[in-house]
Every structure is written in C-alpha cells, then in structure tokens.
C-alpha cells in the first residue's frame, strides 16, 4: 500500500474518531464474506458505521487524535473492525445478538470512558444514553406535579364546595 493511501485513511479515520463520540473495536476474525455483509447490514440499519482497519493505521489515528487512546492499543490484534455510532449502547446490543464468538468486542470507547475486554459487553448494552436519561430526570421532576394536580382534579368539587362553605361563615 502506498504512503499516500496510508495517509488518506489515517486522516479518514481521525475525521471519523472526531465525527462520532462513541466507537467499538470489535474482532471479526472468522467471519466470511456473507456474515461480514450481514454484520454491516445489520449496523447500517442500526445506525452505526461500521469499517474494517489495519492495526497499525488505526494505531497512527488513534496517535493523531487529540484524546488519548493508548489504553486501546493492546485490544489491536488480529482483525479488528470499528464500529462507529451516536448512541453509546447501540452497538453492544448489537453484538449481543450474536452467539460467543464471532464477532467479539474487544474494547470500546463509550461515554468517555475506555472499556477493554469482551466481559465488558454487558456493562456497554446497559449504559443509558444521554436522551434516556433527560427522559427518566424529566419524568421524576413531573411526577410531584402531576400528582397534586391530579389531587387536585379529583377532588375539586370537594375544595370548591369547601371554599365555598368557608366564605359563607365569614360573612
């Protein structure tokens, strides 16, 4: 391979890395031709971008890169694909659909944290994503609201009739 080309992807790969706040470093050693195509299909409708690098490319990116990847460097063995997303949790459920094996996480960066090894699997599918947990910080700051005006609404013949009875007394 050319310098050149070298060049192109290392760079490819950094705009990517910069693109994407979470990525997998996932070992497709195994999978044929027909299982690759539908491990990116499956991805794809996920939307998560995968793309099968070289090692030692990938090393130069992650070496180019403003953060600090080097706890990553001892997962790059073998044949290693990167899988790229917006949700941090996508891409370990995916993976979790398939059988122990093939392919296999070997680490991750997610939330900005680094996870290294295949154990960490499903620690990743239980993270939450930021919308998740907007949603679930949402839903308790409404739930004391709603339940006075549901109060409220219930039983406002009561207050008004209450009120009602009070205001007749002081006159």
Known sequence: ??????????????????????????????LNAEDTSNLRRKAFEKQIKMVVVKNKLLIKAFDAAEKDYSELYTS??????????????????????????????????????????????SELAALK?????????????QSPAKNVISGLQSSGSTIHGLLKTIGEKAE
């Open 76 to 121: 790059l063995k073998g044949n290693t694909a990167l899988m790229f997303c917006d949700t941090a949790n996508v891409p370990a459920k995916l993976l979790k659909e398939y059988k122990e094996g093939t392919p296999a996480l070997k680490a991750a960066y997610a939330e900005e944290s680094i996870f290294v090894g295949a154990d960490k699997l």
């Open 129 to 141: 994503s930021k919308n998740e947990l907007i949603a679930e910080v949402v839903a308790l700051l």
């Open 1 to 30: 391979m050319k310098k050149e080309v070298k060049d192109t992807i290392i760079n490819e790969l950094g705009e990517m890395l910069k693109q994407y706040p979470h990525f997998y470093v996932v070992d497709v050693t195994g």
